[in-house]
């Protein structure tokens, strides 16, 4: 349901500065600067803890690689396998000083950026299950966007082309930047927070209309899904193989039942939806069924 204040409402965008100029920040847009700073600064924490794991790995080998030679004599694989996971270690040490040494401070007003959108993608794969992911990155010039969240759908066919934007502009002090630009971990010293694209994107007219707290709660609705989603598979799956062997099923059998479960599931949450746009059209409910993405228009 919107979430209507006293103020007046508007689903027009601020007008974009001209170039070279800029215009002061609303009070909203301020917020959601401050929502995307405290998204990074979380991001960096779970790099530097994950960093900080690499170190202890490393050094916990190299202390194990010793203490077998110790035990069993010296050989000649002890000397390859120190310098391997000393260099574990530093790759560690280094990537928790560069992250713990960052920092980024966004600027007080709104900019005009134009230019042609370019999309990176990057590849990696699972060390345990070999599976590949493919991570984008999207920038103009030599400054990486930061989207509004969930927002993919919108801006990527706009990729090649030529766009105008209202961006806030992030400077980052001391950008990890040692493994080269075609690294996934390569980051540019200047980033642009997205506040208006086209007729698209409006972020100070969706916190008006649908709240300040908005993506906040669009959060905690995508959390909540993936939760339910899980447990419904998780529970289904569970009542298909109570009270029986599950060592006696194939792995074919075991993969129908899994499709079948996730098939079954996906019908039910279509049928549920078909149903809950029935009700609002009959029972004239005041439910918002706007998508996300409609909803980032304002």
Known sequence: MENQSKGSRTKAALPPPERGQDRPLTPLEKRYIRLQSRIASLENWVLAAFSLLILVT???????????????????WVIPFVLLFLGVGVLGALLLKGFLSRRCRPEQSAHSLDGVLKEEIFHSVHPKTGARSKHYRYKIGDVTMIWPPGARAIYQPFVDQHIQLTVVYVNK??????????????????????????????????????????????????????????????????YVFLGQDFYQFEGKEIGLAILGVIIGLAVIFGLASVAIKYAVGVLKLKIDLKSHEEKLKG
């Not at 050094?59 to 010296?74: C, D, F, K, N, T």
């Open 58 to 76: 490393g050094l916990v080998m190299v202390w194990a690689v010793i203490y077998e030679a110790s035990r069993r004599g010296p050989e000649a």
């Open 173 to 238: 002090t001391k950008p990890v930047q040692w493994f080269g630009e075609k690294s996934a971990l390569f980051e540019s010293s200047r980033d642009a927070v997205v506040l208006a694209f086209k007729d698209l994107i409006n972020i100070q007219g969706l916190l008006t209309r649908y709240g300040s707290n908005y993506f906040e709660r669009y959060f905690l609705k995508q959390s909540a899904m993936g939760a339910v989603i899980f447990a419904s598979i998780l529970g289904a799956l569970y």
